[in-house]
């Protein structure tokens, strides 16, 4: 028996999430239907990240055991041809028999994407949410000064996560968050630049596209999005940076921000050791 490892790519936009359900499509699902017509076998898949519906992914994983003798790099383009277009296979290859991408240490880096412009443009509105209020991009990354290192998250996860159901612990440790921006700076009609683009970046403006980049040892349930709507409440004005400490204490999902939409979101990249 062998083990072959995946790292897989898609544009989560039709599906209802990694994890497999009884009703509606997955990504594990298709990606099992894929792997059992090639090899003739029934197939375990086991995920790395189980994405919620809506979320996208360039770099999650899944392993999965075969009798197969297909060598593991040349995996890859086999399944893709048995996969729908919005899910690929980026990279396939032979591990060790007891490698599981959910035991082994790792580190997890999501991109949460927003359109920061009054009107939302139709070409981002699957892979990026819309905020169409103007930001201070200095007191989005002041607050997230509070986020970094060891923390208990409870005020960042869903309630409804398995782990916290089953009393297992909201510890989780955040490496770094960047948050970036690719400055909007059009002309206004006249010619003139647009006097709401911000030239400061305490200054409440609207920046175009901005990614919110969060790296970290594990991420609970919805977690990663409900950090993403709080510092959109902070840049917009609703609370102050240094609130987001007090949320971090108070332990309780009632303190933290809204949970931003799904689509913003992208797992980007997961580095095993």
């Not at 003739?40 to 189980?50: K, N, P």
């Not at 690929?88 to 290859?93: A, L, V």
């Not at 981002?124 to 905020?131: E, F, G, K, N, S």
């Not at 923390?151 to 989780?172: C, I, M, Y």
Request: charged share 25%; net charge neutral.
């Amino acid at each position: 028996m062998r083990r072959i490892k995946l790292t897989v790519a898609y544009d989560g936009t039709n599906y209802n999430g990694w994890q497999v359900q009884p009703n509606g499509s997955t990504i594990e699902g298709k990606l099992t239907e894929a792997v059992s017509a090639l090899t003739g076998e029934t197939i375990q898949l086991i995920g790395a990240s189980r994405t919620d519906a809506g979320v996208h992914a360039l770099g999650n994983v899944a392993v999965f055991d075969t009798m197969s003798q297909i060598p593991g790099e040349k995996f890859a383009l086999a399944i893709n041809q048995r996969l729908p277009e919005d899910i690929r296979i980026m990279k396939s290859c032979e591990c060790p028999a007891d490698w599981h991408p959910r035991k082994v240490k790792s580190t997890k880096t999501y991109e949460y994407r927003v359109y920061n412009e009054r009107i939302e443009n139709p070409m981002q509105r699957l892979y990026a949410h819309h905020c169409h209020f103007a930001l201070s991009l200095g007191d989005m990354r002041a607050a997230a000064e509070y986020l970094i290192g060891e923390h208990d998250f409870t005020s960042f996860a869903n309630p409804a996560s398995q782990v916290l159901k089953e009393g297992g612990s909201a510890v989780r440790e955040i490496y770094d968050i960047t948050i970036l921006v690719e400055h909007s700076r059009r002309p206004a009609c006249g010619g003139m630049p647009e006097p709401e683009a911000a030239e400061e970046e305490h200054q409440r403006g609207y920046y175009g596209m901005i990614t919110i980049k969060i790296s970290g040892s594990g991420f609970l349930y919805n977690m990663v999005r409900i950090i993403a709507g709080t510092l959109l409440g902070v840049g917009s004005g609703l609370y102050e940076p240094s609130k987001v400490r007090e949320m971090l204490e108070g332990r309780n999902r009632q303190l933290a921000g809204p949970t931003a939409e799904a689509k913003g979101l992208t797992l980007v990249k997961l580095e095993c050791s």
